[in-house]
C-alpha cells in the first residue's frame, strides 16, 4: 500500500473581528462606560483569556464604576485591569481557549471585584503577597499587586492554586487607599 503524503497546510491568514463580537447581546450594557443602571447589585462576565480583548475588561469595569467620580472610576479600572492581567499571565486562563470571570458586587459603601481564574501554573495552594517594592518606579515586575494593595480599602484571595480567586474591595470615600497620597505616580 502506498504512503499516503499530506499536503501541508497552507498558511492562515489574518482577520480583524470587531471587539464588540465578543459581547453577549443581552449585557451589551455591561460595556457602555455610562451609569444607565447604576443600582445593579451583581455584574459577572466570563473573559476570553488573551490580552486583546483587554479593552473590554476595561469597559466593563469602567461601566461598573460609571456612577461614581472620575478618580474612583479610574482607580477601580485600573486595579481590575491588574487582576484581569495577572489571570491571563500567571494561570491557565491565557492559554489558547482559557477563559477568566470578573464578578463585581456593587455594596452600600463601594464596590467588590473578584477575579476567578484557572489555576494551574503552581501544584501547591497558598496566599498571594505583595512585592514591597513593587511601588518602585525601576521595580521589573510585582508592580500589580503592589498597586492593588496599596490603593484598594481591602484584599485578597483564596489561596487555591488550581482555581484562584483574587479579590479588592474599593470603598467610594477611599477609605483605607493610598491613592489620595500618591496621585503622582
Known amino acids: 500500500m502506498p504512503a499516503q503524503t499530506h499536503a501541508p497546510m497552507p498558511a492562515l491568514g489574518e482577520a480583524t473581528v470587531p471587539l464588540a463580537s465578543f459581547i453577549r447581546p443581552a449585557h451589551r450594557h455591561y460595556f457602555t462606560r455610562q451609569s444607565e443602571r447604576p443600582n445593579y447589585r451583581t455584574r459577572r462576565y466570563d473573559f476570553a483569556g488573551t490580552p486583546a480583548v483587554m479593552p473590554l475588561v ?35 486562563s491565557g492559554r489558547p481557549g482559557g477563559s477568566y470571570t470578573l464578578l463585581v458586587h456593587r455594596h452600600r459603601t463601594g464596590l467588590h471585584l473578584a477575579c476567578r481564574d484557572r489555576g494551574g501554573l503552581h501544584d501547591e495552594d497558598s496566599r498571594l503577597e505583595s512585592d514591597s517594592d513593587g511601588l518602585d518606579p525601576d521595580a521589573e515586575s510585582g508592580r500589580g499587586l503592589a498597586m492593588v494593595d496599596a490603593f484598594a480599602t481591602e484584599w485578597g484571595d483564596n489561596g487555591n492554586a488550581h482555581y484562584r480567586t483574587v479579590w479588592f474591595s474599593l470603598a467610594y470615600d477611599l477609605t483605607g487607599s493610598r491613592w489620595s497620597t500618591h496621585t503622582d505616580l
Open 58 to 92: 476595561r469597559a466593563f469595569l469602567d461601566t461598573c464604576a460609571a456612577a461614581q467620580g472620575t478618580d474612583y472610576r479610574y482607580l477601580f479600572t485600573l486595579l481590575g485591569s491588574e487582576l484581569a492581567n495577572n489571570a491571563i499571565r500567571h494561570s491557565l
